[in-house]
């Protein structure tokens, strides 16, 4: 039987779960290890996810009708799904250091 895989929002559901069960530091060590690579898994699924939506989205026509990428300014990053994905990984890191 073929494994289903998850939509992004069915992940970021998941992983806000975890989240949430970490910061409320009621979870033994070994619980919190596993909870916290199965958050990596997720948070990687929702980054590829994301840039590939990017990828996708980031392309815009041109006066001639041409597909062309369109660039984000660095000074807007905060702005758009993957820095969001990133600030989650990054709040799962201190997490994982929290629980050592």
């Known amino acids: 039987m073929e494994k289903k895989e998850k939509t992004f929002e069915e992940s970021l559901t998941e992983l806000e779960t975890i ?3 970490l910061e409320q530091g009621d979870v033994d060590l070994d619980k919190a290890i596993a909870k916290y690579s199965e958050a990596m898994k997720l948070a990687k699924n929702c980054g590829d996810k994301l840039n590939k939506a990017t990828e996708s989205v980031n ?3 041109s006066e001639n009708g041409q597909l062309e990428n369109f660039e984000i300014p660095k000074e807007d990053w905060h702005l758009t799904f993957s820095y969001y994905i ?3 990984r990054d709040l799962l890191v ?3 250091f ?3």
């Open 19 to 21: 989240v949430k069960e």
């Open 59 to 61: 392309k815009i026509l």
């Open 86 to 88: 990133r600030e989650w």
């Open 94 to 96: 201190s997490l994982f």
């Open 98 to 100: 929290f629980v050592k």
